[in-house]
């Protein structure tokens, strides 16, 4: 029997973010202490012990700070308050007390590309003249044409549309406009002004003085936009983005002038310094840069500590393309120093339990989502094959992130009516893309308890949980043999207990075929099947696996795992 060469070294576990299992809370879909349907601070904090005995590491919170909630709080008007809705900032430090005193670092979600429009800055800008320093926060420019009538440049909107939006003078004629890379309540920052990279060590200083284990940085690849700003040109006929990963890298930030430029490694540098005056604090940067090398470089030693890895999160359930992915995340980001991180859902893409059941073909574009009027995804299989690719990442050497309701095997809220959808790429693309809601649906706890099944006591919810959802609650998974909440929990403990997070990591080639994986972490062997057939398993105790009533004498069935003690 030959081995596999060691593709990853066990090291000391001295570094709490590169083995950590970190829990995304969006938090007003959480839980709500006080009943008006959105999700609140006080009610993750009566929460906090279901997520202690759950295993997590760290909490990573979608943004929980004053907006006016148009791109559901990515949009903040202060960076130093907590929003009413989510409750006070007295609220956040009960909060990290109760989270330090069970062992769980939380992170807060930074969002630097952007403001809201209701920002004291953006105000101060509108109501300044052109070319005053106020205006130099965000991107402001004349417009082309005769009368400056049309846009500065063709930059689109990720939530669709143009990326600009034209002023209005105070004495109503039409003025310059200004730059959006995302809805129009949400101006970019223009990281060229040193006053705005000023601004953001303090609000960093701020929360950090204040305890959080680190930041989220929000769009991080987006800050700092090409010089003149020329136009883009990776769009197709209707003006939707192009994947670039086909391109070099200098040819990828020429065709899309606001992601990836290399001046915002200078910003991450600046970013890193603040958070060094801190002991043990940690970034993960939502960085979506194609392919893994061009990514690695954002972890280098003086940068961010982490990225999410979306090429792991989209890739195809398909087991050569999914060695590719682990090997070569493994590999380009340890040339670097860094650890890798792996992710199946968050609050922008479908949720697993759902994608893994639509075929390739008919799998939305991330951001799209499912619309209600699209064929039904297979949920069966979905919940069956997302089990498994949870089973075989948590076995994994890194980071790995979880977003809430998944440890219920909770699927994408789908059918959600239209009426109910908040999402801005709604009206942004007159309803063609029917946009982020249905992942982001208020968890059931208590089955049957209120309308919102315990997700509060007054069965409110600011969006309906559908039919389905009951029978998801965590009181009927909570000690139940084979629930999904139970299997999290075995996996957690397990990879604990034989440090997989920082393991010694190598593929075991020889229990692989063409529908099947394994690899070896730390002693423990981990087999995925595929499918269709079942395969014989090699001696050994069956630490944790996806099927049910699994010994060693049995077969692993199709779209399983397990995991087994050599
Ligand atoms: C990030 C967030 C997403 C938000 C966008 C604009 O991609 O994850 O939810 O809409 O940035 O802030
Ligand atoms: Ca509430």
């Given at each position: 029997m030959t081995n596999s060469p060691i593709i990853a070294a066990a090291r000391p576990d001295a570094e709490w973010w590169r083995t950590?299992?970190?829990?995304?809370?969006?938090?007003?879909?959480?839980?709500?202490?006080?009943?008006?349907?959105?999700?609140?601070?006080?009610?993750?904090?009566?929460?906090?012990?279901?997520?202690?005995?759950?295993?997590?590491?760290?909490?990573?919170?979608?943004?929980?700070?004053?907006?006016?909630?148009?791109?559901?709080?990515?949009?903040?008007?202060?960076?130093?308050?907590?929003?009413?809705?989510?409750?006070?900032?007295?609220?956040?430090?009960?909060?990290?007390?109760?989270?330090?005193?069970?062992?769980?670092?939380?992170?807060?979600?930074?969002?630097?590309?952007?403001?809201?429009?209701?920002?004291?800055?953006?105000?101060?800008?509108?109501?300044?003249?052109?070319?005053?320093a106020e205006r130099t926060y965000y991107h402001f420019l004349d417009g082309k044409g005769e009368n400056g009538e049309l846009p500065p440049n063709n930059w689109q909107s990720i939530f669709g549309g143009p990326a600009w939006t034209r002023t209005t003078n105070p004495d109503g004629a039409p003025g310059q406009w200004y730059l959006h890379l995302f809805d129009a309540t949400q101006p970019d920052l223009n990281w060229d002004n040193p006053a705005v990279a000023e601004e953001f060590?303090?609000?960093?200083?701020?929360?950090?003085?204040?305890?959080?284990?680190?930041?989220?940085?929000?769009?991080?690849?987006?800050?700092?936009?090409?010089?003149?700003?020329?136009?883009?040109?990776?769009?197709?006929?209707?003006?939707?983005?192009?994947?670039?990963?086909?391109?070099?890298?200098?040819?990828?930030?020429?065709?899309?002038?606001?992601?990836?430029?290399?001046?915002?490694?200078?910003?991450?540098?600046?970013?890193?310094?603040?958070?060094?005056?801190?002991?043990?604090?940690?970034?993960?940067?939502?960085?979506?840069?194609?392919p893994l090398p061009r990514l690695a470089m954002w972890v280098r030693p003086d940068e961010y500590h982490q990225a999410f890895n979306f090429d792991y999160m989209t890739c195809d359930y398909e087991p050569a393309a999914l060695k590719k992915i682990i090997s070569d995340s493994i590999i380009e980001y340890a040339k670097v120093g860094a650890s890798s991180t792996w992710v199946l859902s968050n609050h922008d893409g479908i949720r697993h339990a759902t994608r893994l059941g639509i075929a390739k073909e008919n799998t939305p574009r991330p951001g799209d989502g499912i619309h209600p009027s699209d064929p039904a995804p297979d949920e069966a299989l979905g919940l069956l094959r997302a089990r498994a690719a949870t089973a075989f990442m948590l076995g994994l050497p890194g980071s790995s992130y979880l977003y809430q309701g998944e440890e219920l095997g909770l699927p994408e809220a789908w059918q959600l009516d239209v009426k109910y959808r908040q999402d801005p790429t709604i009206a942004r693309t007159n309803g063609e893309r029917i946009g982020r809601d249905s992942c982001r649906v208020p968890l059931p706890w208590v089955a049957g308890e209120t309308a919102s099944n315990g997700f509060n006591t007054t069965g409110e919810s600011w969006l309906p949980q559908p039919e389905n959802y009951r029978t998801f609650s965590r009181n009927l998974q909570e000690g139940v043999p084979g629930s999904t909440l139970e299997l999290y929990k075995r996996l957690l403990k397990e990879r604990k207990a034989f440090s997989m997070g920082s393991g010694e990591f190598r593929w075991?080639?020889?229990?692989?075929?063409?529908?099947?994986?394994?690899?070896?972490?730390?002693?423990?062997?981990?087999?995925?099947?595929?499918?269709?057939?079942a395969v014989a398993l090699p001696a050994g105790e069956v630490l944790v696996t996806t099927q049910h009533d699994l010994t060693a004498e049995n077969e692993l069935q199709h779209d399983q795992v397990v995991w087994i003690k050599l």
């Open positions: 950590a299992v970190i829990y995304q809370i969006y938090p007003r879909s959480f839980a709500d202490s006080n009943g008006d349907g959105i999700g609140d601070l006080a009610g993750v904090t009566q929460k906090l012990d279901s997520l202690a005995n759950l295993g997590i590491d760290a909490i990573w919170f979608s943004p929980f700070f004053e907006s006016p909630q148009k791109d559901a709080g990515y949009d903040i008007s202060d960076y130093r308050k907590i929003d009413p809705i989510f409750g006070t900032n007295e609220d956040l430090d009960v909060l990290l007390a109760k989270a330090k005193s069970l062992g769980i670092r939380i992170i807060v979600d930074i969002v630097p590309n952007h403001t809201s429009d209701q920002h004291a800055w953006f105000k101060a800008a509108m109501a300044a003249p052109e070319g005053s060590d303090e609000i960093l200083r701020f929360w950090l003085r204040k305890g959080v284990a680190g930041f989220r940085v929000d769009v991080a690849h987006g800050m700092v936009k090409r010089a003149g700003l020329p136009d883009a040109t990776n769009y197709d006929h209707n003006m939707r983005e192009l994947p670039i990963s086909n391109l070099g890298r200098e040819e990828a930030e020429k065709a899309v002038p606001y992601w990836g430029q290399p001046g915002v490694h200078d910003a991450i540098r600046r970013f890193r310094r603040v958070l060094d005056e801190f002991d043990d604090r940690a970034f993960c940067a939502e960085a979506s840069m194609s075991a080639e020889h229990f692989e075929d063409k529908n099947t994986l394994a690899y070896v972490n730390n002693g423990v062997l981990v087999i995925f099947n595929f499918g269709p057939d």
